[in-house]
């Protein structure tokens, strides 16, 4: 694991942004893994700037996100289909026909994950980003999930539905399950930037890096992956020895 701490969120967000710009500008058919949260937004202006402002093209991108709310679906303002729709597909030129999410209003669950599974294996990403709950979740993957786990529906839990709270008007209105990628499906990308800003998550980064690679903190599973990136500002990053 390779681990920066920067000055602030915006200094966070500009370094991941480095990484992504020479992978796209290297690969203009690479595959991206993308997360939903406060997280990446600064990124995503970023890739977005870079657009208008270097002319730098999505036409050839394919993007895979790691989790959907069930439920929810593409056009609810609260869905992750939403939000990368409105971050960053309709601001740049990317086809959304090589845009993925997990469907989130799908009848049949299990199906839906068998499909978004089959559907890993053709577009492994060239770089995932993600970003970590302040429990050590990685996409919705919530401590106790194993490391071989892949597509799933996810009971959320009591601490992940209240930190999401705060995008909902009431905390009733927050989805009890969303469908996530597994750790496996996360630990096939080639290349993983994990993010994170703030000291609510400080404990959740330390025990990433420093704790035990055990299900209890999910993301320590990434110290198993040869090619991590751990993007964090200096409150996020404070308790890292
Ligand atoms: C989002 C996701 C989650 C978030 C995590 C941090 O697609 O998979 O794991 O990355 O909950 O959320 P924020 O960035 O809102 O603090």
Excluded: W
């Amino acid at each position: 694991m390779k681990i920066l701490i920067t000055e602030n969120y915006d200094k966070m967000s500009e370094t991941a942004f480095s990484f992504v710009k020479e992978i796209i500008t290297e690969k203009p058919d690479a595959v991206l893994g993308l997360a939903t949260g406060s997280t990446p937004i600064g990124l995503y202006a970023l890739m977005v700037r870079d657009h208008e402002q270097n002319g730098t093209s999505y036409k050839g991108i394919k993007s895979v996100n790691l989790d959907e709310y069930v439920g929810l679906s593409a056009d609810n303002e609260q869905s992750y289909a939403y939000f990368m729709n409105y971050h960053l597909f309709d601001k740049v030129d990317i086809d959304k026909n090589n845009t993925h999410l997990p469907c989130g209003t799908a009848e049949d669950k299990k199906a839906e994950c068998r499909r978004y599974n089959e559907l890993l294996k053709t577009l492994v990403p060239d770089v995932q980003i993600l970003g970590i709950g302040s429990n050590g979740h990685i996409g919705f993957n919530e401590p106790g999930t194993e490391k071989d786990s892949v597509t799933h529906v996810v009971n959320l839990t009591e601490n992940t539905i209240k930190d999401n709270s705060r995008l909902f008007d009431r905390i009733e209105d927050v989805p009890r399950q969303a469908f996530s990628m597994g750790i496996k499906n996360i630990l096939a990308s080639k290349k993983i930037i994990v993010m994170a800003s703030g000291e609510n998550k400080a404990k959740a980064v330390r025990a990433m890096i420093e704790g035990p690679v055990s299900s209890a903190c999910p993301a320590s599973f990434l110290r198993e992956h040869n090619d991590v990136v751990v993007v964090v500002d200096k409150a996020a990053g404070k308790l890292i020895k």
